[in-house]
Every structure is written in structure tokens, then in C-alpha cells.
């Protein structure tokens, strides 16, 4: 079946960064956009980063624009989030969702935890 299973997070100071992973398998990934959403505690779930299969295009919310970069490497099966910069507002559960296109979602990772002291 289908699994994606994300690492990486932790517990940083404001300033510091973070580089998540997010490992697929059980379908093709290389020709399947990815996306990073964030969930921050009683609030919805936001759209963080997306990229097409080939990496040439990605897109970000304007709250992590310049901050956060998007990045995958279809021969590992993973895409990576690089976190720099890190806000206290940046604190979530941070998940990785595949998708036939960029924005969309079929299938969700369980999430890792983000959390940012100021």
C-alpha cells in the first residue's frame, strides 16, 4: 500500500533551521507532485510548499516565501523541506501529502512535529 512517512522534526530555537524528509512508497513517485502542509494547534491545516514530478515548478505560501525550500530526489523517493529562519508561528505538525498535481492530495504521511521556542 501506499505509505509516506515524514522526519526530521523537532524542537529549534527561533533562527535555527531544519531539513524534513519525506519518504514514499507502494506507487510511482517520480511522476507524482508533492506538497507540505502544516497544522499549528486549533487551527486548519494550511498549505506550506508544493512541487511538480520534475522539479521545475514549486510554489510556496507567502508565510515561508524566501524561508523554505522545496526539494525532492525521485531516484530516493523523498522530498525534503530545508526550514531556515524558524518562527515561533512556524510550530506544527508538519505533513507531506502526494498528489497527481501540484496543490493536490491523494495520499498523507503521518506528520512530524515542529516546534520553535522563542
Known amino acids: 500500500q501506499v505509505q509516506l512517512v515524514e522526519s526530521g522534526g523537532g524542537l529549534v530555537q527561533a533562527g535555527d533551521s531544519l531539513r524534513l524528509s519525506c519518504t514514499a512508497s507502494g506507487l510511482s513517485f517520480s511522476w507524482s507532485a508533492m506538497n507540505w502542509f502544516r497544522q499549528a494547534p486549533g487551527k486548519e491545516r494550511e498549505f506550506v510548499a508544493t512541487?511538480?514530478?520534475?522539479?521545475?515548478?514549486?510554489d510556496y505560501a507567502d508565510s515561508v516565501k524566501g524561508r523554505f525550500t522545496i526539494s525532492r530526489d525521485n531516484a530516493k523517493n523523498t522530498v525534503y523541506l530545508q526550514m531556515n529562519s524558524l518562527k515561533p508561528e512556524d510550530t506544527a505538525v508538519y505533513y507531506c501529502?502526494?498528489?497527481?498535481?501540484?496543490?493536490?492530495?491523494?495520499?498523507w504521511g503521518q506528520g512530524t512535529q515542529v516546534t520553535v521556542s522563542s
Open positions: 512541487i511538480n514530478w520534475s522539479s521545475e515548478t514549486v
Open positions: 501529502a502526494l498528489g497527481p498535481r501540484i496543490y493536490e492530495t491523494a495520499y
